[in-house]
C-alpha cells in the first residue's frame, strides 16, 4: 500500500536551527531515504521552493484566475513529499516518525487512493 508523506516546515522553527544542525538533518534525510529506496519502501521524494514562488491556478463561473501562492492562514507550509510502500498505516507513521522534520513542522501520512481502480470504475 502506498503512502504520502507531506513534510509541512515551520519557518520561524527552522530558521531558529543552526546551519550545522540542518546539514546534519538533512544528510540524515538522504542516508534514511537511501535505505528506504534500497529497501524498495521509497518510490519518490522531493523537496519543494518556497510557497512564495506558486502560483494557484482555480477555474470558476468559466473564467480561470491564477494568483500568487497559496493563501493559506498558518504558519506552516508544505516543504516537501516522500511517495512510500508500507504495510499499513502503522508502519508509514513510524517512517514518519524518522524524519526530523516533525520538530520543526509536521508530517501528514496519508494513503494513496488506487487511481487505477477509479479509472477502472469511471470506464477511462
Request: hydrophobic content about 40%.
Amino acid at each position: 500500500m502506498q503512502f504520502l508523506l507531506l513534510v509541512y516546515i515551520d519557518d520561524e522553527r527552522l530558521a531558529a536551527l543552526p546551519q550545522d544542525e540542518f546539514d546534519r538533518h538533512m544528510h540524515h534525510c538522504f542516508v534514511n531515504a537511501d535505505e528506504l529506496r534500497t529497501e524498495g519502501r521509497l518510490l519518490q521524494s522531493q523537496q519543494l521552493e518556497l510557497p512564495s514562488t506558486a502560483r494557484a491556478v482555480r477555474h470558476r463561473d468559466g473564467a480561470t484566475r491564477i494568483s500568487d501562492g497559496p493563501f493559506a492562514e498558518t504558519k506552516e507550509y508544505l516543504a516537501g513529499f516522500n511517495l512510500i510502500e508500507a504495510a499499513d498505516l502503522d508502519e508509514a507513521v513510524r517512517i514518519a516518525e524518522s524524519m526530523p522534520w516533525t520538530r520543526y513542522g509536521a508530517i501528514e501520512v496519508r494513503p494513496v487512493r488506487d487511481i487505477d481502480a477509479v479509472r477502472r470504475r469511471v470506464g477511462a
